[in-house]
Structures are given as C-alpha cells and as structure tokens.
C-alpha cells in the first residue's frame, strides 16, 4: 500500500520567533513560519497553508461501475469531474470519513474501506495528506446530504472507461487521478 | 498524453463584487471570490491561491538512472523526494521551463523535453496546472544555480526501483507520485 516514509527527517530547523498568521478562516490557517537551514545556518520564511487531511474514494457498484461526483471548483473556475471526497473532520479517522463522505455527495454505501495510497497534499505549501480509499459493493441507501453551497451531480461509468477518462482529461484533478492510477495499478488487469 | 479537457463548463459563474484580496506576496495572491450558481441562484465565497503553473522533470540519464532532489518542505516540515522542476516564469513555456529547472537544480541537461501530462495541482484552492515532461538522455553538464534559500541534494536511482520507492512512500508528493506513475505506464515494460 503506497504510504508515506514513517521516519522524517528534516535539514531544516523551526525558528519559531519569525511566525506569523496571516490569514485564518473556516477552511484553512495561512502562515509565513521561520525556518533554519542545519547547513548553512541560514533562515528562510516559508508559506505555509495549514489545512485538515482528505480522502477520496474509489467507490464501485455491484455492477463495476465507478461512482464519481461532478462540482464547480472554483481554482480552475470550472466543473470537475472526481471520485467523492473531502476534508476529515477532526479526529475523524480516514476510513470512516471516506464512508461519511461518500453518502453524504452520493447516498451510496458499499462494504468496509480499504486504504489504497497515501501521498502528501503538495508538502511545498501544505500540510495535508491525502488518502484514497476504496469502496466495493457501492449501493444507493439515502438521499444525498450536501453542505450550504454544495451542488455535486452524481455519474455512474463503467470501471473500463476510466483509463481513457485519465489520459483525455475529463478527469484532472491531481490527488483524484493519482488515487485512480493506484486503484488501476492494484487491479489484476493493470494498466491505464 | 494526459491532459486537461479543452471545453470547459461552469455551473458557477463570477460575481465580482464580493472579492477581496486577502494576502499578496513575492509566490501567490489569495484571493476570496464569490460565485453564483446557474441551478440555484445561490451565492458562494471561495478562497482561491493565484499560483503559478509548475513543470516536474522525469529526466533519465543515458544508463537507465532517474535524477530525483532531496529537499526541505515546509508544509510537511521534513525532505522530500522528488523529480526536479519549479514554478514557470511569467509567459515562459512549460518544455524550456522543465528544462531550465533541471539544469538549475542539477546541472543536468538531456534530450529536447517531451510532455508526459497535466493536472490541476488542487482545483478546489489553486489555479495552478502541474505539467510533466520526459527528458532522456541527461548528462551533467554544469555546476547546480539554485535560488537564494534553495538547498538540493541531487540523487540518482535506477529506474527499475522507481515503483517500489512509490510504494513504500519514500517519494510521496502527489504531483510528483502523479508524474511518475504517468512515465511508468507510458514505458513498455508498464506498471509500478
């Protein structure tokens, strides 16, 4: 299972009297914090968005169908097609919000998650991880519950057509293909 | 060749008036922006990082090593590992880009580059696209010109060790882990 390293090590230095906060909401806390090379000695101040962990799901039907979710995203100023997804909420552990997430945008629940990668969100700026999860045996239970300001359709397509989905481009959300890729790769069939 | 959907289509379109900008620096602009939805009407703020693109560099030497850099990351306060590559300058095209990063950070230069794919780094937060390109044949040509407070290790791996460094999450930067297994299921020999 693609993990991240258990033992970090850092040629870097905290110099905790450089911080400082310059930006805090609901979502994230934006931070220029202080930094100190072990070999040069030099200081450099880093931007540094402090946002909570995510997970995506892979989720399958009975019927090998991947349940993907489409939503405005408003970075790319456009609609995006992905597995269902979102942030944990505190403590929450990362299988059990992958499940809450998924019916929450779809209403689909399916057998107990499995871990399929783990990667680091983009460590350059941020601080969270994202892990993808997959889902078998997805069926309709609920209505969807959506967030205020939340509007997700939901898309059925069939498990074979997502390799052709990741090369054309409908699908292009970094931490999304990249969980799909790992999912393709953990197939017996393999490749995209 | 991966890339992203030429046609888009937006659910949600730009109400100007709300915007603000909350933070402005040398590396990105944060912006709040709001949008209303075409279905519903509703209006919606959205924290947006103006970023620039980015270029990773899958760059191979001519026996089958690939070139990785180790280096500080703030976000995850530890090193990574990962391909060469940075951020474009302002009208500079992805190809020089990636090739101009690799001789930067490494004093490497090969092939003329080839696109291998794109994404959008994080589309629900970021404006940025990730590309990623090959170059072969890469030989050392000239002394690493790093940027002030860029430190950077230069590693080579075989090539045939790559999947396993993925697995075990010894590289694990989404857009690089994304890049690279991209290039290992172009190659012929195939999966990660």
């Not at 993907?68 to 997804?85: I, K, N």
């Not at 399916?110 to 993808?132: F, Y």
Request: aromatic fraction near 6%; charged fraction near 25%.
């Amino acid at each position: 299972m693609p993990e991240i390293e258990p033992t970090p090590t850092s040629s870097w230095v905290r110099q905790e009297d450089g911080d400082r906060t310059l930006e805090e909401n609901w979502l994230f806390r934006l931070r220029r914090e202080r930094y100190r090379s072990r070999t040069s000695g030099r200081a450099h101040d880093y931007y540094v968005i402090h946002l909570a962990d995510s997970v995506n799901v892979v989720a399958l039907t009975p019927d090998e169908r991947l349940i993907l979710v489409r939503q405005f995203r408003a970075g790319s100023g456009r609609d995006s097609l992905e597995t269902p997804g979102g942030l944990l909420d505190p403590g929450e552990d990362v299988l059990s919000a992958g499940a809450r997430e998924l019916l929450e945008e779809t209403g689909y629940a399916g057998d107990p998650p499995e871990l399929l990668s783990i990667v680091w969100s983009n460590p350059s700026i941020m601080t969270s991880k994202s892990t993808t999860i997959l889902i078998t045996n997805a069926c309709l239970m609920a209505e969807p519950q959506l967030d205020h300001g939340e509007e997700v359709d939901v898309e059925l397509v069939p498990a074979r057509e997502v390799p052709e989905m990741l090369r054309d481009g409908r699908i292009s959300h970094s931490l999304v293909v990249v969980g799909l890729l790992w999912w393709l790769q953990s197939r017996p069939s393999g490749s995209a």
